[in-house]
């Protein structure tokens, strides 16, 4: 079983749309989780970044992460074509220098 | 406020020659450093990471190798360069908050 999960999709939908983005893990020692946003032929931006359990609002985006579940969701509300990118999640331990586990990312397009 | 830079941002090598790829960071000190890879439809895959000046941690044994010569410099680097080699490198950086920031990433093509 892999440290992260994450659907590749494509995922395609339509301009205002409520997006839902997930990811599984299997390390319940994870305690920091981040959400990143790249663009093609650019480097991933920092989207969200949550601390333990809980939601973070920011704009149209929330982030939620339910480790009871180990699970983690990115929502994208009123959707717009810019939104269009691929997104990768990423979680890291609460110890010493230990490194981002990332997911394979999931590539949205949001139609105009 | 702090900012990445790499570069060169694209490069094409043949089979064979030499890397370097340099990665600076502005306005920390003593960040932690990345170098991950990105090849075509797959993920980020760590290379090396660096907690200091001459500390680097080698995640995956290639024919790749990293030096930080500097508090704030990165850089990557190879003696003989294969096609495997191709890919998107990223540097990243991560603040003392635990937030990880990548910078603009370089290119590479190997022919």
């Known amino acids: 079983q892999k440290e992260v999960e994450q659907d590749p999709g494509p995922l395609s939908v339509p301009e205002g749309a409520i997006v839902s983005l997930n990811c599984t893990y299997s390390?319940?020692?994870?305690?920091?989780f981040m959400w990143y946003r790249q663009y093609s032929r650019k480097g991933p931006e920092l989207l969200m970044y949550?601390?333990?359990?809980g939601n973070k609002e920011d704009g149209r985006f929330t982030a939620q992460v339910d480790k009871s579940s180990k699970y983690i969701s990115l929502f994208i509300r009123d959707s717009q074509p810019s939104d269009s990118a691929t997104y990768l999640c990423?979680?890291?331990?609460?110890?010493?220098?230990?490194?981002?586990?990332f997911g394979k990312g999931t590539r949205l397009s949001v139609i105009a | 406020s702090q900012t990445i830079h790499q570069w060169p941002a694209t490069l094409v090598q043949p089979v064979g020659s030499p890397l370097s790829l340099e990665c600076t960071v502005e306005?920390?000190?003593?960040?932690?450093l990345y170098w991950y890879r990105q090849a075509a439809g797959r993920g980020l895959q760590l290379l090396f990471y660096?907690?200091?000046?001459?500390?680097i941690s080698s995640e995956v044994p290639q024919n790749l190798s990293a030096s930080r010569p500097q508090d704030r410099q990165f850089i990557l680097s190879s003696k003989k360069l294969l096609l495997s080699d191709s890919g998107f490198y990223l540097c990243?950086?991560?603040?003392?908050?635990?937030?990880?920031?990548f910078g603009p990433g370089t290119r590479l093509t190997v022919l």
């Open positions: 390390n319940s020692a994870f305690q920091y």
């Open positions: 990423a979680m890291r331990r609460n110890s010493g220098n230990t490194p981002l586990v």
């Open positions: 949550t601390y333990s359990s």
């Open positions: 990243a950086w991560r603040a003392p908050s635990n937030e990880q920031f």
């Open positions: 660096s907690v200091g000046i001459g500390q």
């Open positions: 306005g920390t000190s003593n960040p932690n």
